[in-house]
T-cell receptor, first 114, second 112 residues
Framework: DSGVTQTPKHLITATGQRVTLRCSPRSGDLSVYWYQQSLDQGLQFLIQYYNGEERAKGNILERFSAQQFPDLHSELNLSSLELGDSALYFC?????????????FGPGTRLTVL | ELKVEQNPLFLSMQEGKNYTIYCNYSTTSDRLYWYRQDPGKSLESLFVLLSNGAVKQEGRLMASLDTKARLSTLHITAAVHDLSATYFCAVDGIQGAQKLVFGQGTRLTINP
């Protein structure tokens, strides 16, 4: 158990809908990262937040957005869902200081768009 | 654009044998990571390598880093069935960016 929690574990929804994925980082970690894992794209970085502010952006679609709240939990919002958005979405967290800056991954949310 | 390539992508081996997974990356990076993923599960951190010549070992797994060649290896010694999993290497983005760029993963199957 990495200490990173994600809810829900599974989500099944229809095209065109909107969903929210939630992540709570490890205690003391200020950075939260979101990744998408799919069979065709592999593991891709989406976005990073550090202490409430966006720090880095990756291959995140405009239909997707995220935020980090004062208690450091983060939410990833996916809207106008398409079949191709079906994937495993991981949240990771790190202290974001020191030489190693290891990222610890949560259990993931499996999203199925029908 | 930073690219990370692993090979082989699939590896089937017998218990007791040794093998190596290779990870090449295209541009200078601060850190290299190895993760393990079991089917349908999360990623478990195995090693973080920082400097040229770094070598880390945990049980039957040993990781090394050659920053000049932009190459990391994950060596498996006397494989056992429990090591069957998909192994990913990942590299920090350039200029201190914290986003990880992952390789394609190596699916390792160890047969009794």
């Amino acid at each position: 158990d990495s200490g990173v929690t994600q809810t829900p574990k599974h989500l099944i929804t229809a095209t065109g809908q909107r969903v929210t994925l939630r992540c709570s980082p490890r205690s003391g970690d200020l950075s939260v990262y979101w990744y998408q894992q799919s069979l065709d794209q592999g593991l891709q970085f989406l976005i990073q937040y550090y202490n409430g502010e966006e720090r880095a952006k990756g291959n995140i679609l405009e239909r997707f957005s995220a935020q980090q709240f004062p208690d450091l939990h983060s939410e990833l919002n996916l809207s106008s869902l398409e079949l191709g958005d079906s994937a495993l979405y991981f949240c990771a967290s790190s202290v974001d200081r020191g030489p190693y800056n290891e990222q610890f991954f949560g259990p993931g949310t499996r999203l199925t768009v029908l | 654009e930073l690219k990370v390539e692993q090979n082989p992508l699939f590896l089937s081996m017998q218990e007791g044998k040794n093998y190596t997974i290779y990870c090449n990356y295209s541009t200078t990076s601060d850190r290299l990571y190895w993760y393990r993923q079991d089917p349908g599960k999360s990623l478990e951190s195995l090693f973080v390598l920082l400097s040229n010549g770094a070598v880390k070992q945990e049980g039957r797994l040993m990781a090394s880093l050659d920053t000049k060649a932009r190459l990391s290896t994950l060596h498996i010694t006397a494989a056992v069935h429990d090591l069957s999993a998909t192994y990913f290497c990942a590299v920090d983005g350039i200029q201190g960016a914290q986003k990880l760029v992952f390789g394609q993963g190596t699916r390792l199957t160890i047969n009794p």
